[in-house]
């Protein structure tokens, strides 16, 4: 029962021993399910979510909804970078929370990456 949710829990778990953020470097986490893909920069030292972007997000429903996943994945990642820049932040560690860093994981990467944002 379950057991690639629970592969995907300990390398999560892995993965966070290793990536926190802080404020000068906040962490940038992904998550992704079967539809949508969701990005948010947390700030660890005090607990606070800085921004927040998703397929679902006022601005990127209409584009990200004709787009494929992919590339609707790299809107978001833009879109993270975006908010950020706004905020005085251009360098961030990446939290693949466990995905495997290919596919739509890496678009919403590259996509960051392209505006600006430094892993």
Same mark, same amino acid.
């Given at each position: 029962?379950?057991?690639?949710?629970?592969?995907?829990?300990?390398? *999560?778990?892995?993965?966070?021993?290793?990536?926190?953020?802080?404020?000068?470097?906040?962490?940038?986490?992904?998550?992704?399910?079967?539809?949508?893909?969701?990005?948010?920069?947390?700030?660890?030292?005090?607990?606070?979510?800085?921004?927040?972007?998703?397929?679902?997000?006022?601005?990127?429903?209409?584009?990200?909804?004709?787009?494929?996943?992919?590339?609707?994945?790299?809107?978001?990642?833009?879109?993270?970078?975006?908010?950020? *820049?706004?905020?005085?932040?251009?360098?961030?560690?990446?939290?693949?929370?466990?995905?495997?860093?290919?596919?739509?994981? *890496?678009?919403?990467?590259?996509?960051?990456?392209?505006?600006?944002?430094?892993?």
């Amino acid at each position: 029962m379950g057991s690639a949710l629970q592969g995907r829990e300990r390398r *999560k778990l892995r993965i966070r021993s290793n990536v926190s953020g802080t404020t000068e470097r906040p962490r940038l986490t992904v998550f992704r399910s079967l539809k949508h893909i969701y990005a948010q920069v947390i700030d660890d030292t005090e607990g606070k979510t800085l921004a927040h972007v998703s397929t679902l997000s006022k601005d990127l429903k209409g584009p990200a909804d004709e787009a494929a996943k992919k590339d609707a994945a790299t809107l978001v990642g833009k879109a993270i970078a975006a908010q950020l *820049k706004a905020k005085g932040i251009t360098k961030v560690v990446f939290d693949r929370n466990g995905y495997m860093y290919h596919g739509r994981i *890496k678009a919403l990467a590259d996509g960051a990456r392209e505006a600006g944002l430094e892993f």
